[in-house]
């Protein structure tokens, strides 16, 4: 016989290597406990090892996750930006101005052959993933093809060509120098005659028509450079404020009440908050919300007069007599809450349905 | 002989009849749990707080709490009730109904217009659904807004609906005559309401009236349609619009002729004027101008005003900006809440038309700049077609242009009526960009359902309210919201807390967003601050 503490002392300790042989073998050789033991502790330490490295991975998936979004962030977004601009463009009269300004911005310029001639097209680059993701926007400049309204449905089909090799790109058009255009091209009489922006104008809603494609229309070079610099910082601006607005709520909070109110730790600002929330509901002015405040300085003491009331009609009409002060002096008037108002905070309080609706006569 | 033996049973099946009317103190339970279905995730309902017979929000009126509410015959009370009470016989409905939609299948049913109002009146059979709410008959949920019978409701449809049942059975001349004996036991729902002014007599069925400022005709039913023919889908014979019958005409919102810089809000129409261009001026909800393909209707002989056409909205949209006016408005943040409620209407192509040269924006508040980046943001972001002009003249002679334009565009084309309260929206195909589209909303639906200040659910305002705690955002809310759906069941959770650290805590590990962040405790706290500060806040 022996004594069960040292032996199980010794299984324990011997649990994590293979090498120590239970104590008692000789008392009763096992040999087949042993090996499935031994198998049991390998496929043990397989599955820790295999847990351990999904956490990595699913830790470094967050990371890059979380690196992403960053990525996305105002302050950031445009050093993730590629401009890729043709090189035909670079030759013409803005090229210069048009590289200063994009390498101005602080995003990273590229030179190479674009699809469409004279465009510039812009792409993203997500830092951990090392993708290039083009953003589905393309701008073309179009200077001598562009001659007036005979032209129409030549431009609108040209665009649609591009349109269907490239379903992926949003395109817009640039029109530099239009003016001088056609006074080198039909003589300066032509121009006191003739609008050509007006001639242009059929083209233009033709195309917008058809292809939903808009022409900008711009006197220099600058003012192109200006354009694309602007573009590229609404593109890359576009995916983080997009999710910004995609709450799932159908409404929208006006600048008024977006923001908020700020709260300090004591807790310091609520009373204004509290106020702020009252005149969430349609139609409810400062003063209003002021009365209603006045009366019950927090949600708790509005649930507890609520509770007091002994039946539904007073609850319904709790706040319809409190008067409303406007003004000041000899012009001041007051008017009450109202039991229209009265009965929508009821409700809101009260109910137990998210859908239901407060206003019920519209 | 055999007469007589008609009056008599006439007689006796309208007094079984008024005897099953005089049951209803004894309210049936409901049968169809779908009425008062919730989307999934929210708490089951409790009672629907909405005005029984034992509250008076009018201290003034009398109450007649022993007198069981019953509509006249095809009122507009009467119809609602029945087209909801049909469309739940049929197997696998909603259960509810969108207002345009309980408007048509109710239409049929009731003598006076629910979109046209009378002569010398406000009101359409439609105001009598406030009533029918008042007396928790109907309830009204969601946004937009879902119509359905409570119990009491669904019972009372029953009887109404056997009733018409046997009224039906009996030739018309006995009706006629015996209608005697139960007409005080049906109370007129409309005349214990102040405002109502139906009257009693019936009125042609298909009202005429103005349709040139109010622009509600768009959803007449076509006449002779049976309510055989209700179903919870698209119906067999859906409003269309054949080509060759209908004008593409401007609608130019009011606000753009007339207040502020008057002389130039005059100049563009006097350019539209000026270029032949056929423009009608409306209260838009929501918009500056837009296209409606209307209707050619011919007068009719002996009648003053002109039977009402039919009116469809074309897909665009435009919003006009004035240099200053877009400075003001990024300023006052009317920018990007107008930008939103555009993108909402339902009209798949907006375009953003902004007046002003480099001239006209200097010397604002923001530079030219901003204002500038702004434009681009819109075009990029928000996806708007941005159509720039120098001033006035170039907005009237692009107005022009698109206008006849359009109508080319729409010349062979059939255009079909689609409803977005039942069929959803459905995205812009961007394969579809060369050809017009040809499945629009009505003009009726579409102004309506761009009501600015539209009604509030609870999720609705106790969303808003939550996001008036900086830092609480709209992702923010959203996910507290999927927790609390409602301000009674955030405080109901506080209560059940066992301490006053717990409460603190709450809210710390709701995740929200993308990324499933934690709430956070310093939020956490400063919600439980607001909702269980036993005193005053401060």
Redesign the interface.
């Known amino acids: 016989m022996y004594s069960d503490s040292p032996q199980r002392e010794d299984l324990r300790s011997s649990s994590d290597s293979d090498e120590e042989l239970p104590v008692f073998d000789f008392l009763q050789p096992r040999p087949s406990t042993d090996v499935a033991s031994q198998k049991a502790r390998e496929r043990q330490q397989q599955d820790r090892e295999a847990l351990k490295q999904e956490q990595e991975r699913q830790k470094a998936e967050?990371r890059a996750?979380?690196e992403a979004?960053k990525a996305l962030r105002p302050e950031e977004c445009i050093r993730h930006m590629v401009v890729a601009v043709d090189p035909a463009l670079l030759q013409l009269e803005g090229g210069g101005t048009l590289l200063a300004s994009v390498q101005a911005l602080g995003c990273s310029c590229a030179i190479e052959k674009q699809p469409l001639p004279r465009s510039v097209t812009w792409a993203r680059q997500a830092p951990s993933l090392d993708l290039k993701r083009v953003s589905p926007?393309a701008c073309v400049t179009q200077e001598e093809r562009h001659s007036g309204p005979a032209c129409s449905p030549t431009l609108t089909s040209w665009v649609?060509e591009q349109?269907r090799r490239h379903?992926d790109k949003r395109l817009?058009l640039a029109v530099v120098e239009l003016e001088s255009y056609f006074r080198r091209k039909l003589g300066i009489r032509f121009t006191i005659f003739t609008d050509p922006?007006?001639k242009s104008?059929?083209a233009v809603?033709?195309l917008?028509?058809?292809?939903?494609v808009?022409v900008?229309?711009l006197s220099t070079w600058k003012e192109f450079s200006?354009?694309i610099t602007?573009?590229t910082?609404?593109?890359a601006?576009?995916p983080f404020?997009?999710?910004?607005?995609q709450?799932?709520?159908?409404?929208?909070?006006?600048?008024?009440?977006?923001?908020?109110?700020?709260?300090d730790k004591?807790?310091?600002?609520?009373?204004q908050?509290?106020k702020?929330?009252i005149q969430?509901?349609?139609?409810v002015s400062s003063d209003v919300a002021a009365a209603i405040l006045a009366a019950y300085?927090?949600?708790?003491?509005l649930?507890k007069a609520y509770s007091q009331c002994r039946t539904?009609?007073e609850k319904?009409?709790l706040l319809s007599d409190l008067l409303i002060r406007r003004g000041e002096g000899v012009t001041s008037t007051t008017r009450r809450v109202g039991?229209?108002l009265s009965?929508r905070l009821?409700?809101?309080?009260?109910?137990?349905?998210?859908?239901?609706?407060?206003?019920?006569?519209? | 002989m055999y007469k007589m033996l008609f009056w008599l049973k006439c007689f006796i099946k309208y007094n079984e009849a008024l005897a099953s009317l005089s049951l209803l103190t004894c309210v049936l339970s409901g049968p169809n749990a779908s009425i008062h279905s919730l989307p999934k995730g929210a708490p089951p309902p409790g009672r629907t707080y909405n005005n029984n017979s034992s509250n008076t929000l009018a201290p003034s009126r009398k109450k007649k709490k022993k007198r069981a509410f019953v509509p006249l015959q095809r009122s507009g009370g009467y119809a609602v009730l029945l087209a909801l009470y049909r469309q739940q016989q049929i197997p696998g409905s909603k259960g509810y109904m969108f207002k345009m939609e309980l408007q048509s299948e109710a239409q049929p049913l009731c003598d006076k217009s629910f979109s046209v109002p009378d002569l010398g009146s406000k009101y359409t059979a439609w105001s009598s659904v406030s009533t029918l709410i008042q007396k928790n008959l109907l309830i009204k949920t969601h946004n937009p807004a879902r119509y359905s019978l409570t119990d009491e409701g669904f019972a009372l449809a029953e009887r109404l609906e056997s009733v018409e049942k046997e009224r039906r059975n009996v030739p018309v001349e006995e009706r006629r005559g015996a209608a005697g004996p139960e007409d005080d036991a049906v109370v007129d729902l409309t005349a214990s309401d102040d405002e109502e002014e139906e009257e009693r007599e019936s009125l042609p069925e298909r009202a005429t009236g103005e349709t040139q400022s109010s622009g509600d005709a768009g959803r007449l039913p076509l006449p002779g349609k049976t309510q055989v023919t209700m179903t919870t889908n698209r119906k067999p014979n859906r409003d269309c619009l054949l080509p060759g019958t209908y004008d593409v005409i401007l609608c130019v919102d009011f606000i753009e002729t007339t207040g502020g810089s008057h002389y130039r809000k005059q100049e563009l129409v006097r350019e539209l004027q000026r270029n032949g261009v056929g423009f009608d001026v409306r209260k838009l909800n929501v918009g500056d101008f837009l296209w409606v393909a209307r209707e050619k209707v011919a007068p009719v002989p002996g009648q003053l005003r002109a039977p009402a056409a039919r009116e469809l909205v074309l897909d665009y949209i435009i919003e006009r900006k004035r240099m200053d006016d877009l400075c003001g408005s990024i300023i006052d943040g009317r920018f990007r809440e107008q930008k939103f409620r555009l993108k909402r209407c339902g009209l798949r192509r907006p375009i953003y038309l902004v007046e002003g040269s480099s001239s006209s924006a200097a010397h604002l508040s923001l530079p030219e700049a901003t204002l500038q980046q702004a434009i681009v943001n819109t075009q990029v972001l928000d996806g708007f077609f941005v159509k720039r002009v120098q001033d006035v003249r170039e907005s009237a002679a692009y107005l022009t242009v698109m206008t006849r334009y359009l109508s080319k565009l729409y010349q062979n084309q059939t255009l079909v009526c689609r409803s977005r309260e039942l069929e959803g929206d459905v995205p812009s195909d961007e394969e579809e960009r060369g050809n017009p589209s040809c499945s629009l909303i009505s003009f009726a639906e579409f102004n309506h359902g761009a009501v600015k200040n539209k009604c509030q659910t609870v999720r609705e305002v106790f969303a808003r309210q939550l996001m008036q705690i900086s830092g609480l955002s709209g992702h923010k809310a959203a996910a507290i919201l999927e927790q609390y759906g409602t301000p009674h069941s955030l405080l109901a959770a506080y209560e059940k807390c066992g301490s006053e650290s717990e409460k603190e805590k709450l809210l710390s590990c709701i995740r929200y967003g993308k990324l499933k962040r934690n709430l956070g405790p310093a939020l956490s706290r400063t919600v439980y601050q607001l909702y269980c500060t036993p005193g005053a806040l401060t």
């Open positions: 967050r996750l979380v979004a926007s649609r349109q379903p817009s922006r007006a104008h059929q809603v033709h917008q028509l058809h292809t939903g808009s900008r229309f200006d354009h602007m573009t910082k609404a593109v601006e576009a404020k997009r999710a910004r607005e709450t799932g709520f159908s409404f929208y909070l006006e600048s008024d009440w977006a923001g908020g109110q700020r709260v004591a807790g310091k600002g609520l009373l908050a509290w702020r929330q969430q509901f349609n139609r300085p927090s949600p708790q003491l649930k539904e009609n319904l009409s039991p229209e009965k009821f409700l809101l309080m009260h109910s137990r349905d998210p859908e239901q609706n407060l206003d019920a006569s519209l």
